[in-house]
């Protein structure tokens, strides 16, 4: 069973080289643009989901300043859902197309090194190597089960109202 740090960072890893492969789309055609944009939208949904579901409660379980980084990371999560549902609103290619697309990368930027400096580290500390690859375990069913964005809520989440129902 992998570890579910590791398979946090292999999709930060993904979600960059999405961001910097759409970065060599620019000029292509609307259809095309929408076809590479598409997945990666999906995927950051579907990670931010998975984080929600799984990881953050374990780090409000055990984490040092698990509270402050759940709450940071869902607020990061909503802007970069806000920035999403942008960019499917225009048309792609488009300058607000664009614009949408280069906030959802900055907050995902931002949200990613914010996590690995703060969250990640904070549950490998606090977490055995055991505990960890069981919840690897989880965040792999949790995704093989909702591919598709099937059952997936990308509604914004009110970060005091999560921290309540997950601690």
Same mark, same amino acid.
């Given at each position: 069973?992998? &570890?579910?740090?590791?398979?946090?960072? &292999?999709?930060?890893?993904?979600?960059?080289?999405? !961001?910097?492969?759409?970065?060599?789309?620019?000029?292509?055609?609307?259809?095309?643009?929408?076809?590479?944009?598409?997945?990666?939208?999906?995927?950051?949904?579907?990670?931010?989901?998975?984080?929600?579901?799984? !990881?953050?409660?374990?780090?409000?379980?055990? *984490?040092?300043?698990?509270?402050?980084?759940?709450?940071?990371?869902?607020?990061?999560?909503?802007?970069?859902?806000?920035?999403?549902?942008? +960019?499917? #609103? +225009?048309?792609?290619?488009?300058? &607000?197309?664009?614009?949408?697309?280069? #906030?959802?990368?900055? #907050?995902?930027?931002?949200?990613?090194?914010? =996590? =690995?400096?703060? +969250?990640? #580290?904070?549950?490998?500390?606090?977490?055995?190597?055991?505990?960890?690859?069981?919840? *690897?375990?989880?965040?792999?069913? !949790?995704?093989?089960?909702?591919?598709?964005?099937?059952?997936?809520?990308?509604?914004?989440?009110?970060?005091?109202?999560?921290? +309540?129902?997950?601690?």
């Amino acid at each position: 069973m992998p &570890d579910i740090c590791d398979l946090i960072l &292999d999709d930060h890893e993904t979600q960059r080289r999405r !961001f910097a492969e759409l970065d060599l789309e620019r000029g292509s055609s609307p259809e095309t643009l929408a076809s590479r944009w598409q997945p990666l939208a999906d995927l950051l949904e579907l990670h931010a989901a998975a984080e929600e579901k799984v !990881f953050y409660p374990a780090l409000l379980e055990r *984490g040092v300043k698990a509270k402050e980084e759940t709450e940071d990371a869902i607020k990061d999560h909503n802007q970069i859902r806000d920035a999403v549902k942008r +960019a499917s #609103a +225009a048309e792609a290619g488009s300058e &607000d197309w664009w614009g949408a697309v280069l #906030a959802a990368r900055q #907050a995902n930027s931002d949200h990613m090194g914010e =996590e =690995e400096r703060g +969250a990640l #580290a904070d549950l490998r500390v606090h977490d055995s190597d055991e505990e960890r690859r069981r919840l *690897g375990d989880r965040w792999l069913t !949790f995704c093989t089960e909702h591919a598709g964005m099937k059952g997936i809520n990308a509604d914004d989440r009110d970060p005091g109202t999560y921290i +309540a129902q997950n601690q």
